[in-house]
């Protein structure tokens, strides 16, 4: 069982960055697709951004032009810049579309 650990989450006044960053129990190369996700506060879990192992990338709308997916060969990151009010939920990522992470908790407030 592939396990995955979110890591980098934590309180951010509006306007700054966080950096994400995923790691698996094993190494990244084996895997096609990695995706981030969010939960916002009593919203469903939505889709963030993702990477193919071909570098296609593909983002949803509300982070475009903030947010960049990268990957080396250890983890998958998730640069977030410009954070408002709405980018504040849990963070998860996902391999494959199968494996998930426990999350890590973004909060953007002043």
């Known amino acids: 069982q592939v396990q995955l650990e979110e890591s980098g989450g934590g309180l951010v006044q509006p306007g700054g960055s966080l950096r994400l960053s995923c790691a698996a129990s094993?190494?990244?190369?084996?895997?096609?697709?990695v995706s981030w996700f969010r939960r916002p506060p009593g919203k469903e879990r939505e889709f963030v951004a993702r990477?193919?192992?071909?570098?296609t990338t593909t983002y949803a709308d509300s982070v475009k032009g903030r947010f960049t997916i990268s990957r080396d060969n250890a983890r998958v990151y998730l640069q977030m810049n410009s954070l408002n009010a709405e980018d504040t939920g849990v963070y998860y990522c996902?391999?494959?579309?199968?494996?998930w992470g426990k999350g890590t908790l973004v909060n953007v407030s002043s």
């Open positions: 996902n391999y494959d579309g199968i494996y």
């Open positions: 990477q193919f192992s071909s570098g």
């Open positions: 094993e190494r990244i190369f084996r895997f096609n697709l």
